[in-house]
């Protein structure tokens, strides 16, 4: 049944960046639908034209009316479809998801509610107190959260800034200019600059799980190299905050001192 949703009435957007989904993407489309109960729109954003997703897509978009398949606008790859899908967004919350179902979507609505009330970016973590994550032992299961852990007790970002399954203010999205167009590492850029202009993120645990079908996309040494320049912004800023921080207190207990002996 197809269903219409007026511009105004949207409270979500969903950005699904895909590259040749065809065995998930239908699954996670009414994944969406089941689980999701504030009105939305589906972004999927595919590179060109040969994506195996877009027939399965054109085929669902007769069934759902917020079902919208646009190109890539910006540079081929995940940050570049995800840049585009938030641009094209028109809701005041903007979910960023994966097409393989691997993050659990049966928590959106919980998400929905903390947003602007207590926090501007709801962000899912697999390495918190309570995440998981479903994934044999291998690099791209540990480095990242390697990562995670040195990038919160210096910068203060959550433990898993680099999983890409976000739920953002839309407000703060269009106050960043974003720049990345390699690997997932937007994700990454994403709460580095916010944290940084003092925007609220809160980190709730997730479970992630590989995915059913189908081949991960990912590539682990890609995605080293393009975080890289962001989590080395993230530590710099983190260390001169701490910094700053001890300076204060210092120059503080100085004039406290002065203060007492006058």
């Not at 709801?122 to 390495?127: E, F, I, K, L, M």
């Not at 299961?141 to 898993?160: C, E, Q, R, T, V």
């Not at 709730?204 to 682990?220: E, H």
């Not at 260390?239 to 203060?259: M, V």
Request: include cysteine.
């Amino acid at each position: 049944m197809t269903t219409s949703i007026q511009d105004n009435d949207l409270k979500l957007s969903i950005v699904i960046p895909v590259y040749n989904e065809h065995e998930n993407i239908e699954h996670t489309i009414h994944s969406i639908k089941r689980n999701i109960r504030s009105p939305h729109e589906i972004i999927a954003i595919y590179d060109d034209e040969s994506d195996t997703t877009i027939p399965v897509l054109n085929r669902l978009k007769n069934q759902f009316s917020g079902l919208n398949i646009i190109k890539n606008a910006i540079k081929i790859g995940p940050s570049g479809a995800i840049r585009t899908g938030i641009n094209a967004s028109q809701a005041p919350l903007v979910l960023v998801m994966m097409a393989d179902l691997c993050d659990d979507i049966s928590q959106v609505e919980s998400f929905i509610k903390l947003i602007p009330h207590e926090a501007d970016i709801v962000c899912p973590s697999r390495y918190c107190e309570g995440g998981s994550q479903e994934l044999s032992e291998s690099p791209k299961k540990w480095l990242p959260k390697f990562a995670g852990i040195i990038m919160h007790h210096i910068a203060g970002l959550p433990y898993d800034s680099t999983n890409s399954y976000k739920l953002y203010s839309k407000k703060v999205l269009d106050e960043l200019e974003l720049i990345s167009t390699s690997s997932f590492s937007v994700t990454l850029e994403i709460v580095v600059k916010a944290k940084a202009l003092g925007y609220s993120l809160v980190e709730i645990p997730t479970t992630w799980k590989d995915r059913q079908f189908g081949k991960s996309k990912f590539k682990l040494i890609t995605s080293i190299i393009t975080y890289l320049p962001w989590f080395i912004f993230a530590i710099s800023n983190g260390l001169l905050n701490i910094f700053s921080s001890k300076q204060s207190k210092k120059n503080n207990e100085k004039k406290i001192n002065k203060s007492n002996s006058s």
